[in-house]
């Protein structure tokens, strides 16, 4: 069954909730969401999903920045009675300051198999970032590492979309999707993520929201998951151009 998980930013627990509640409105069969960790907001991700699971009972995967976690303390979420799963990301360069340890994706994944393997563990898939086979060479040690499945770099292309689907055919996946709205936006996603968008792309709301239905589609028919990460853009009217794929 096609699972499909929100991607929510914790810029303040007050926020999230007020995102939460609003998604659910739109999206009452809202089950799970993963929540990121960016070190500009104060709430870490693990909290935010402990908050979120607490106060509304919807699922929710943490980010875990394995450059961020502390060899000589608890993983992070291990402690947690609200907490499933979590999604384990090499994570950013840190602002100039900020502890951080020289490890793995990989290392952290297998903490987390050895420490708490009562969660679930997922890992990230990106087919931007370098040759396709290389990335598969480090799906294949983050599975026998003990991943349970993946979270993908969003895609903006269907096409990429059915050829990254055939690499991964065997695995867990949830795909991610993004609107991309306006030349600046996609400016900066080829830059700083390498993305190679299709030459037509359409950067208007109506466009990404066909893109996402057609992705979505096409994720439905092959009994993959999905997430959606609404980027600057009004929640409450993307989720509704998504009505009946969601």
């Known amino acids: ?7 929510l930013v914790p810029r303040t627990l007050d926020a999230l909730m007020a995102d939460v509640s609003l998604s659910r409105d739109v999206f009452p069969q809202l089950g799970l ?14 909290r935010a999903a402990e908050a979120v699971v607490a106060q509304t009972g919807v699922e929710s995967i943490p980010h875990i920045r394995a450059i961020d976690v502390d060899p000589d303390a608890p993983l992070p979420g291990t402690q947690s009675a609200e907490l499933k799963a979590v999604l384990v990301v ?7 300051g900020y502890k951080t340890y020289s490890q793995s994706s990989v290392d952290i994944i297998e903490r987390y198999r050895r420490e708490a393997p009562h969660l679930d563990v997922y890992a990230v898939f990106d087919p931007y970032r370098r040759a396709p086979w290389q990335e598969l060479e480090d799906v294949k040690r983050k599975k026998d590492a003990g991943a349970k499945g993946f979270f ?3 895609l903006f292309d269907v096409n990429m979309l059915r050829l990254c689907m055939d690499w991964m055919r065997d695995e867990t996946v949830f795909w991610g999707i993004s609107p991309v709205l306006g030349e600046k936006s996609r ?12 030459h037509d792309y359409d950067t208007s709301l109506e466009g990404n929201i ?3 239905r ?8 092959a009994g993959d998951n999905a997430y959606l990460m609404p980027l600057r853009v009004d929640l409450g009217v993307y989720l509704r151009g998504l009505e009946g794929l969601i």
Not at 214 to 221: D, P, V
């Open 152 to 154: 993908t770099q969003p």
């Open 187 to 198: 400016a900066y996603w080829t830059r700083v993520n390498h993305i190679v968008f299709p």
């Open 210 to 212: 066909q893109l996402a």
């Open 33 to 46: 969401l993963n929540i990121p960790d960016l070190l500009r907001f104060d709430v870490r991700s693990y």
């Open 90 to 96: 090499a994570g950013d360069p840190a602002p100039e």
């Open 1 to 7: 069954m096609t699972r499909v998980s929100l991607e």
């Open 214 to 221: 057609k992705m979505l589609e096409l994720i439905r028919i």
